[in-house]
């Protein structure tokens, strides 16, 4: 609990995107285009794409993310997957922005974010460790180890 207090602190600290990934913040009424819920309540879940052209789309949490670059056509009907130039995830921890494609994500732990089970995001393998551990968690993936129906089992309570 303590660590979390000392990051909180050391992050109101820095400029937006300061020490992690640059990705923008989500404006006060952007909403999640999977979920429809304003992303800027919940920024210690935050998620983002960037295209290549810099247009940018939060999601509140790692959860709707994936659902998102699963069928983006679907969720935004005028830009292609292979457009993405940058994906950020907030790291549980340090709640700074880190590259998703980087990330460590636990799942099946006792934490919930906004949309229920999720993947909580983490920086390193020992953080992701660390966090199994303490919460209970049943695995750690990287970003490529999940799977399109992932997201639809931990909506489910599903963690296998």
Known sequence: MRR???AFLFAL??????????????APRDLCPVCGMVVSKYPAWTATVVYQDGHAHHFDGAKDLFKYLFDVSRYAKNHRARDIARIGVTDYYELKRIDARQAYFVIGSDVLGPMGHELIPLASR?????????HHGRRILRFDEVKRDLPAKLDAGRFD
């Open 4 to 6: 979390l207090f000392v």
């Open 13 to 26: 600290a820095l400029p937006a995107g300061a020490g992690g990934f640059s990705v923008p913040d989500p």
């Open 126 to 134: 020992a953080d992701a460790e660390e966090f199994l551990r303490d």
